[in-house]
């Protein structure tokens, strides 16, 4: 059993862990950097080490500092959370030969699934239906252009080394496709340092259903039943729901059957999810899939009574899992909505500053996952997610009449402060919403049809979680 | 290296300054952000040397750290007196007082070093990264022992500026 568990993160994440360590009796480790002093999980840690300066790449994402930070206090194990080194095998690798525990797959499985292109075939090759596209990467604009007349446009086109809705860009004209080869090869090399792309068909009216799944080291894979992550803008995740409103429960039972079969066959361990587009039809299609724990888990925490990171750090530790399917039984809704620093009347600009009232919501069945309190700066340097708000209620007219009710209880301000707080309760009240007529297409839609206005960054460059 | 229990106030990057003037204003801006900080419970100093610019933060009434408000003022070694500097940490490791175990140290207290000179090195992934110090002075304190975990920025030791020998 791991004893001392080193978390090489910070925020939300940090405190979640922080939280799941103490209750399993574990030790942990807090790391951060000169832009997070004293941070919330600190509170909760036995040891806390300063690694490295505000940009995540000299202290959140530094190897050394991280490994250096494990060993000078005696940790045996790393949870790395979500984005940072959650998906770099490299990482993984490297913990493993420093005796370290990494808290998720076998290195060799994260390299595959991380080359987004391999992961396709894999699963595919596993019996998991895929969308039409390239056999691997494209060697340039003529294979593309020549893949894409074959299976129709508009398509999309993705870095190998993507995902999370980073390095992509919709095509919807032929002519268009070199010069759109050429933009995405650029911004993936210098990215993700791998210029690789490919193609796949571009599904339009189609909800984000993901799976989530668990496997120990002794063979078990089980589904803990989807979550709908349709509400997004540009790719970005706002709002998630499990179970996945009016998908029939036979679809969305195969859908998880499939994905099961897909990580058992890729031998993966620990918590993952696989990531599906489902159109009008039920055709479903596997996008990719994500080894770490999700920003959504408390979703299907909720509806499942599972606690997923205390089971992460259980496999990890090589016990077996706690539960089996059968004893997977989803019941009643759960919704999350992600409470951002950003102002939606500015194209989703981040502000960073002070929050000076931050009163979270609670009540029944309510649960706020944040790391921020009244005093505290939002940083410029990281992401600008400000708190989780999950609610649970026996079904779905409630679990809505709920959310609402929490955010409107949620008190956040400070000078410069914007939020996404009064655009999700636009979301909750959105009669495409209610009425589970909700895709992919709908918050942009919603943006462009007079909501708050849509300048901003440029498309697919963003968190990755 | 501190607990959750027993937070140490964080230390200041080291005032690197390199023209005269900007040292004299650093200095005096240093000695009056002192005396703000002397009212007790800083929780965090920063200081920008192109257009010198200071920010002292104190925990807010309903999040105050106990800890943080009970730090003594001499757990905020950088600037801790006009005319020294505090050589920090570049990165989390195992500190080293000699170039190798039995070796003479590198640096003593009351020792006077050149500006770029060795003063330890911090031990990271069985690499050792020397430690100099970033002008000429005396070496007034060492603030951690030989094997001591240093975690980044952390203070190693205090100079005394010697203005009389070149930078």
Redesign the interface.
């Known amino acids: 059993m791991i004893r001392k568990v080193l978390i090489a993160n910070r925020g939300e994440i940090a405190l979640r862990v922080a939280r799941a360590c103490r209750e399993l009796g574990l030790g942990c480790v807090?790391v951060h950097s000169?832009a997070d002093?004293?941070p919330a999980a600190?509170?909760?840690?036995?040891?806390?080490?300063?690694?490295?300066?505000a940009p995540g790449r000299h202290?959140y994402m530094s190897i050394?500092?991280v490994?250096?930070?494990a060993r000078?206090?005696g940790a045996d194990a790393v949870h790395p959370g979500y984005g940072f080194l959650s998906e770099d095998p490299y990482f993984a690798e490297i913990c493993v030969e420093n005796g370290l525990t990494f808290v998720g797959p076998p290195p060799v499985v994260m390299a595959e699934l991380g080359d987004k292109s391999r992961a396709r075939e894999l699963m595919s090759a596993a019996g998991v239906p895929v969308l039409g596209g390239s056999d691997g990467a494209v060697e340039g604009p003529d294979e593309a252009t020549a893949v894409a007349a074959r299976i129709g446009l508009p398509v999309i086109l993705k870095a190998v080394a993507g995902g999370g809705g980073r390095g992509m860009r919709v095509v919807r004209d032929l002519r268009d496709i070199p010069h759109a080869v050429r933009e995405t090869r650029a911004h993936a090399r210098a990215v993700f340092t791998d210029p690789r792309v490919y193609v796949e068909r571009f599904v339009q009216n189609a909800r984000h259903i993901e799976i989530q799944v668990m496997c120990d080291d002794q063979g078990n894979a089980v589904h803990l039943g989807e979550r709908d992550c349709s509400v997004q803008r540009r790719q970005q995740k706002l709002l998630e729901e499990s179970p996945a409103y009016r998908l029939p429960r036979a679809l969305a039972e195969e859908i998880g059957t499939c994905a099961v079969r897909g990580v058992r066959s890729l031998g993966f361990r620990g918590a993952g999810t696989v990531e599906f587009l489902v159109e009008p039809d039920g055709t479903y299609s596997f996008l990719e899939v994500n080894s770490r724990i999700q920003v959504e888990h408390p979703v299907t925490e909720m509806v499942t009574g599972i606690d997923l990171v205390r089971e992460q750090l259980l496999v990890a530790s090589g016990w077996p899992l706690s539960f089996t399917q059968d004893d997977v039984r989803p019941r009643g809704c759960a919704i999350e909505c992600r409470v951002n620093a950003e102002d939606p009347a500015r194209g989703f600009v981040p502000t960073p500053g002070l929050v000076?009232e931050f009163t979270i919501p609670g009540g029944p069945f309510t649960r706020v996952d944040t790391h921020f309190?009244?005093?505290?700066v939002v940083g410029p340097h990281y992401d600008s997610l400000l708190a989780k708000v999950v609610v649970w209620a026996p079904d779905r007219e409630a679990a809505i009449a709920r959310m609402a009710r929490a955010l409107g209880e949620f008190r956040v301000r400070g000078p410069y402060l914007e939020t996404t707080r009064a655009f999700l309760g636009r979301i909750l009240d959105h009669p495409d919403f209610r009425a589970g007529r909700h895709t992919t297409a709908m918050v942009d839609q919603l943006i462009a049809a007079g909501e708050p206005a849509a300048a901003g960054p440029g498309p697919g460059v963003g968190n990755a979680c | 290296?501190?607990?959750?229990a027993d937070?140490a106030v964080?230390a200041p990057r080291p005032v690197d300054a390199q023209a005269p003037d900007a040292d004299s204003r650093v200095e005096a801006v240093c000695a009056s952000a002192l005396r703000m900080a002397a009212t007790g419970g800083l929780?965090?100093l920063s200081i920008r040397h192109g257009e010198v610019s200071v920010e002292l933060e104190w925990?807010?009434p309903?999040?105050a750290?106990p800890s943080?408000q009970a730090a003594p003022a001499s757990e905020l070694p950088a600037c801790a007196a006009p005319g020294t500097t505090v050589v920090v940490s570049p990165?989390?490791?195992?500190f080293h007082r000699a170039p190798e175990p039995g070796a003479p140290p590198f640096v003593a207290e009351g020792d006077r070093v050149r500006g770029g000179q060795q003063v330890g090195i911090v031990e990271?992934?069985k690499?050792m990264n020397p430690v100099e110090a970033d002008r000429a002075g005396r070496v007034v304190s060492i603030e951690v022992t030989d094997g001591d975990?240093v975690?980044?920025?952390?203070p190693l030791l205090v100079l005394a500026f010697d203005d009389t020998e070149p930078k």
């Open positions: 807090v000169t002093r004293d600190a509170r909760l840690a036995d040891d806390v080490v300063q690694i490295g300066p202290s050394p500092a490994i250096e930070a000078t206090t000076d309190a009244a005093g505290d | 290296m501190s607990t959750g937070r964080p929780t965090r925990p807010q309903q999040s750290a943080a990165m989390v490791g195992t990271a992934m690499l975990s975690e980044y920025d952390q």
